[in-house]
């Protein structure tokens, strides 16, 4: 899913890192948002919707719908769409088990 | 903590940014608040070609100014979000950092209009804003088949940007008719948009359609020929009578239905071929961002051919309550360049206030210029009307009066 070469904007230039998510370990560029380096490893379900379980992805890409939340490190509820990765971040998605909030 | 600063910035766009860089070179204390990790805005995955000087890349105009800013030592809090703003004036961050400062600046740019169309929730569906950044900002394709639903300059624009990237854009559609989907899923006003577009269309088929589309009867004429397998633009085919009536899918995107539609966008029979896609962008276009000027006590007006509700502002860009200004997508939807030259007049403006420049009514003049030149060679209107939203917005103003606490 990566544009290495983009005929106006060249080639990426970037530091790799590593993440997890959902316990699995993925690359990532540095830099890069939590939403483009799930979707660069081909994932799209960042979580379960509370009520009926279905699946969420990226929707506005700027920060305001908060479909895209997950738990960093953590912490419930990051945005991954406006939220950098940074090396070795935790990321789990939200809403799978039944006893979350 | 508080902090006390001449001047705070909300959105580190090229807005806030211009604000910023002008205010901080004339020798204010100015603070930069944004949510995203780096600064930058929606200019970051800005690409256009102009007509005269080529390849306008907005990465690197956001690059520099970002360098500047870092030269001049502004701090910038970056992923925070503004939570509270209150009289005179104080901003509260989300991190519980609380920043004083006589003036503010509200240039938090704009978001999209939903059009919920059923399966819009699946994952691969996305605003159409959305893939923009995926595609030229973080350099990730949306997805490798995109189907892209409402047709305006935005959606018509970055559907280039994809096919740049290397995406396979299956086709532009209408939205199906609803409660939401407003002029988007007529045919008929969309032919109609299509003219008015005429002026900038990089494209002989769209200059064609903007010809035809000049009278009514003709409009009606141009729906009725208007091909029903699409016509193709820049190798995207362009569909004015078919709208995506479903996105279907296990637990991703996987498949759009298609429905055929009359010349007023009533849905007619479906079609048995539906189309296999990955993902599916939703263009209903662009909306200011008004929350954070309302919270301020800022009197709000809505104009149509800005965008919607914007705070009511002054040829200075002062909004109702003083101290407070707007620039940029949050005064109404214009292009990039517009939104930098009124952020210059809003540092240039405040630096004035402040006492940092001698010739304040000199340089005030001169960034008004810049802002009236600027709207005068964009490239890209988001609104046909937008000179009439103008116009409006200034009369308006006029009987308007500051509130000074």
Redesign the interface.
């Known amino acids: 899913m990566r544009i290495e070469k983009h005929p106006i904007l060249g080639y990426i230039d970037k530091k790799e890192v590593r993440i997890t998510y959902n316990g699995v370990d993925y690359p990532a560029f540095e830099g890069e948002t939590i939403a483009a380096a799930l979707l660069a490893n081909h994932i799209r379900i960042l979580r379960y919707s509370e009520k009926g379980k279905k699946p969420r992805g990226i929707y506005c890409g700027i920060g305001h719908c908060y479909e895209c939340r997950v738990t960093v490190d953590g912490e419930r509820s990051v945005r991954a769409c406006v939220t950098g990765v940074k090396d070795q971040m935790k990321i789990i998605s939200q809403g799978i088990d039944a006893d979350e909030i | 903590m508080l902090m006390k600063y001449d001047l705070v910035v909300i959105g580190a766009g090229p807005a806030g940014m211009g604000a910023a860089i002008i205010a901080a070179s004339h020798g204010a204390r100015v603070a930069l608040v944004d ?4 600064p930058g805005g ?1 200019l970051r995955g800005q ?1 256009y070609k102009e007509p005269k000087s080529g ?1 306008w ?1 907005g ?1 690197k105009i956001a690059r520099n100014m970002e360098n500047k800013i870092k030269q001049l030592g502004v701090p910038c809090f970056l ?1 925070c979000e503004v939570w509270g703003i209150y009289p005179k004036w104080k901003v509260m961050l989300n991190n519980g950092e609380q920043l004083e400062s006589d003036f503010v600046l509200i240039a938090t740019g704009a ?2 209009k939903a059009i919920p169309i059923p399966g819009w ?7 159409i ?3 923009q ?4 900002i ?5 997805g ?1 088949r995109v189907a892209i639903i409402g047709l305006d300059v935005l959606s018509l624009t970055i559907a280039y940007d994809l096919k ?3 995406v396979d854009v299956v086709g532009i559609y209408l939205p199906p008719l609803n409660a939401f989907s407003s002029d988007k899923s007529n045919p008929l006003k969309m032919i109609a948009y299509l003219s008015s577009l005429s002026h900038l269309a990089p494209n002989p088929m769209l200059k064609l359609l903007g010809k035809i589309g000049q009278k009514e009867s003709v409009q009606k004429l141009g729906v009725n020929y208007y091909p029903p397998f699409g016509m193709r633009v820049w190798g995207i085919p362009l569909h004015l009578r078919k709208a995506v009536v479903e996105i279907t899918g296990n ?2 995107v996987e498949e759009i239905e298609i429905a055929t539609v009359d010349r007023n966008g009533q849905l007619g029979r479906k079609q048995e071929k539906r189309i296999s896609v990955d993902c599916v962008c939703i263009s209903g276009g662009l909306l200011p961002l008004v929350e954070l000027a309302s919270a301020a006590g800022c009197e709000c007006v809505h104009i149509e051919e800005l965008g919607g509700l914007i705070p009511l502002y002054n040829d200075q860009l002062e909004t109702t309550q003083s101290g407070v200004f707007v620039a940029g997508n949050s005064t109404g939807i214009e292009g990039a360049k517009v939104a930098m030259a009124q952020g210059e007049l809003v540092g240039t403006v405040i630096s004035d206030q402040i006492g940092l420049v001698k010739d304040g009514p000199e340089l005030i003049k001169k960034a008004k210029e810049k802002v009236s030149l600027e709207r005068k060679n964009a490239v890209i209107k988001f609104h046909p009307g937008l000179e009439n939203g103008r116009e409006k917005l200034e009369r308006l103003s006029r009987i308007s009066e500051v509130n000074h606490y």
Do not use: C, H, S, Y
């Open positions: 949510e995203n990790p780096v929606k690409i390849w890349i990465e992923e978001a999209e929730t699946k994952p691969g569906v996305m605003a804003g959305a893939a950044v995926l595609a030229n973080q350099r990730v394709k949306p490798n740049m990237a290397g637990d991703i």
